[in-house]
């Protein structure tokens, strides 16, 4: 069975420095993984994803993500937090077997705040 | 492109009661899967439908139940309500060669 561990409840940070979400997972074959933003009393917001090919990917907001096999990580990054970012943030993975129904698998979110 | 939408964004049901939420899929997306987020937990999947038929489920019981119909839009229905069932209801669509999901804005159910 797969599953995604978010290992903080929440990260605070000062505006301008940078932040790092941890995520850590477990499928049994290649994984593909994702991160999500939501903001209070609104569904998932689509940041980044991980399919296949470089290890460092680059999604909205100025966000991005280092995908480690042999950690079996996929921390999310921003080189200057902004108080904007302030929201919760999920992890998920699917696995890429074709023969399963292609849910996903969430953390159960990290609370980001960043502050001036 | 539209996004995916979901109707009604909130609604108070009581204990005993059926419940029907509404998902219009994003043009283009011919799966849709349906989430519950209960406050302070990350979402857990409860089933998805391809070509309207059911081609997967999480750990819900029977008393949730869907429907996909031909032009990709869904309907979760929730019988007998409980107060466990007072969620986030999450939609979301994805299509071939689209690896990515994309999330609707949820129905927020509260059951008293």
């Known amino acids: 069975a797969q599953s995604v561990a978010q290992p903080e409840d929440q990260v605070n940070v000062a505006e301008g420095n940078p932040l790092t979400v941890k995520c850590t997972y477990s499928?049994?074959?290649?994984?593909?993984l994702f991160w999500y933003v939501q903001y209070p009393n609104r569904g998932l917001q689509f940041l980044l994803k991980y399919i296949t090919g470089d290890n460092l990917v680059k999604g909205s907001y100025g966000f991005e993500a280092e995908f480690n096999k042999s950690q079996t990580s996929f921390h999310l990054k921003k080189p200057s937090a902004l108080v904007s970012d302030s929201a919760l943030y999920f992890c998920?993975?699917?696995?890429?077997?074709?023969?399963?129904?292609?849910?996903?698998?969430f953390g159960t979110g990290t609370r980001l705040q960043v502050t001036l | 492109e539209t996004g995916v939408t979901q109707s009604p964004t909130h609604l108070i049901k009581t204990r005993g009661q059926q419940v029907t939420l509404r998902c219009s899929s994003q043009?283009?997306?011919?799966?849709v899967s349906w989430y519950q987020q209960a406050l302070g937990q990350g979402p857990q999947f409860i089933f998805q439908?391809?070509?309207?038929?059911?081609?997967g489920r999480g750990n819900f019981p029977p008393r949730f139940s869907g429907l996909q119909f031909p032009n990709y839009s869904s309907e979760l229905n929730v019988n007998a309500l409980e107060l466990d069932d007072s969620a986030l209801y999450l939609c979301?669509?994805?299509?071939?060669?689209?690896?990515?999901?994309?999330f609707g804005s949820g129905t927020r159910l509260t059951v008293v």
């Open positions: 043009s283009g997306h011919n799966t």
């Open positions: 979301a669509s994805t299509g071939q060669g689209y690896y990515g999901y994309t």
């Open positions: 998920a993975v699917r696995d890429n077997d074709t023969g399963t129904a292609s849910k996903l698998t």
């Open positions: 439908y391809y070509r309207e038929e059911e081609n």
């Open positions: 499928v049994s074959g290649n994984p593909y």
